[in-house]
Each structure stands twice: as C-alpha cells, then as structure tokens.
C-alpha cells in the first residue's frame, strides 16, 4: 500500500473524529447508559485489535512484548479512570489510534524510535489544529486540557508502536532505516529544525492562550452568572505577529528540506506542514471576523 493510499485513510479517520463525537453526544441523549458504555468499549476495541495481531498476523511470542503491552494498559487503565468526562475518556482511545494511524502514514520501510517521535509531534499538532478549529465554532470551545489530553494519547500510542506492535529486534538491533542520508553527509541541520518543530508547536499554544482569555463573570441576573469568551477581541497586534512569524518559519522549513533526500526530510517535512494547520486556522478565523471561544 503506497505512501498516499495511506495518508489518505489516517486523514479521513482524522477528519471523522469531529461526527464521532456528534454522534455520542446523540446516542447519550438517547440512552445514557450507552454513552457511559462507549468510551470503555472504544478502548476494549483498540485492545483487541492489538492481540488479533499479534497473536494471529505475527504469532509474537517474545515476553518483552506481553510485558509491554501489560504496562501500556495499565496506564491505560489508570488514566481511563482519572478523567472525570466520559468525552475525554474517548479521545483517549481516538487519538492513540490516530497517533498509530500517522506512524503507519509515514513509514514506508523506515522503522525506528525516531519516526515514533516523529508521529506523535504530528499527531499532537493535528489534535491542535482540530481544537483551534473547535474554538471558531459556535457550539464548542478551545480548551487547552484537551490538546494536552491529546498528547498524552499519542505519547501512548507512540508507546504500542514502540515496543508492542514494532519492537527492537533480537540481539538489541532496531529495523534498519532505508533510502537515509549518510552518516556526515550534513544531517546536523535535522536536529536543528526538530528543535524548530518543537518550538513552533510550543508558539502555535502560546499563541492561542494569549488569544483565549479567562472567563469572567460580567453580567449577574438572580442566580444566574452569564459569562462570555472572545479570544478575537483579546487577541491584539502581538498575537497576530507571533501567529504569522510561525507560518512564515513552517513555509521556510518547507522548503529547505523539499528536495533533501531520505525519510528524516521527509518526516520533518510531515511535520511542519502539519503545524501549519492551527496558525491557518486561526488568522482565517481572524480575517473572517470570527469569534473565537
């Protein structure tokens, strides 16, 4: 399966997550019980799946594994029980998925705890740009807990890829990454715009929380509080700045490392095209006159 075919199926299951959660907000307004039902069968279903591969597709037997996968469910387990919302209870298994979804994307006979990296910044900047979007919709909010419940989610997912679904190899040997630059050819510059990824992301939420300001209560009507959220109008010149220095770093990242050859480029590339996401949507919603909440 090529390169695009499955970028196309970690997208469409991306973009579905937003009717997901429609749809669990109708089934709750049906029946309760069913709702509260779904965030715990959505993780039994991620579980399964993983023993029908690695019991029946790669007949693993190595303890290591079991062992493994025995501690990424216990975390499982204990995060599951810590969140109080039955909603993030289900972008916990959603975005485990997702984050397992993107490193499939983006290997392509690259293998290795670097693409593991890789893969869980993406997923972290898609679950950013989704919130970016969710704060521009009249119905849902910005939330900064949920782009941080988000990363947990792909941090864990990274861990199923890691040492569950792709573990090293006997004799201590990770899978030997292929059509890489190498050794002293000038790769010293990829860790310099990982650190860059980094950054941006880190700018992409420093920017939305200066954009997002505290509830406050302003109008008191009996025991009513009414309340209202405006990121936009807090906004300001600073933010904005910030905003687009981060588009104009992504863009220039882009191209830098167009043509470089190998799966690092490649990856790093991925990855800033991903954090282009959520500055977009926001200096969209600030042209259009959005409000953001």
């Keep these: ?6 970028w196309t199926i970690a997208g469409i299951y991306f973009f579905s997550l937003p009717f997901m959660r429609r749809a669990w907000e109708l089934t709750g307004a049906k029946s309760p019980f069913l709702a509260r039902a779904i965030p715990l069968a959505s993780g039994v279903a991620l579980l399964l799946a993983l023993l029908w591969r690695l019991i029946l597709i ?12 025995a501690a990424v469910c216990v975390v499982y387990a204990l995060m599951f029980r810590a969140l109080p919302q039955q909603i993030e209870r289900v972008h916990l298994s959603q975005y ?3 984050s397992i979804l993107v490193f499939w994307a983006m290997g392509d006979g690259y293998e290795g705890y670097a693409l ?48 569950v679904l792709r573990p ?13 630059p190498p050794v002293g050819s000038g790769t010293s510059w990829l860790w310099r715009a990982f650190a860059a990824v980094i950054l941006l992301t880190a700018f992409n939420i420093y920017t939305l929380e200066l954009g997002t300001p505290t509830i ?5 009507r009996g025991d ?16 904005n700045l910030l905003n687009a220095a981060v588009l104009a770093s992504a863009i220039v990242i882009s191209v830098l490392t167009w043509r470089r050859p190998g799966e690092r480029a490649r990856s790093l590339r991925t990855a800033v095209t991903c954090g282009l996401l959520s500055p977009t949507v926001l200096l969209a919603g600030r042209l259009l006159n959005l409000h953001f909440r």
């Design 224 to 239: 009513g509080v009414f309340t209202h959220r405006d990121g936009f109008l807090y906004f300001g010149m600073r933010a």
């Design 96 to 98: 485990a998925l997702l």
């Design 168 to 180: 090293r190899e006997r004799g201590g040997r990770n899978l030997k990454p292929v059509n890489t």
């Design 116 to 163: 593991s990296i890789w893969a869980a910044i993406v997923t972290v900047e898609l679950g950013l740009a989704d919130e970016c979007l969710q704060g521009l919709l009249p119905s849902r909010i910005y939330d900064l807990n949920d782009v941080l419940l988000n990363g947990k989610a792909a941090l864990m997912g990274q861990a199923v890829v890691a040492f």
């Design 216 to 220: 406050t209560q302003d109008v008191h």
């Design 1 to 6: 399966m090529n390169r695009f075919v499955r």
């Design 58 to 69: 790669k007949r693993e037997a190595r303890i290591a594994v079991w062992l493994s996968l």
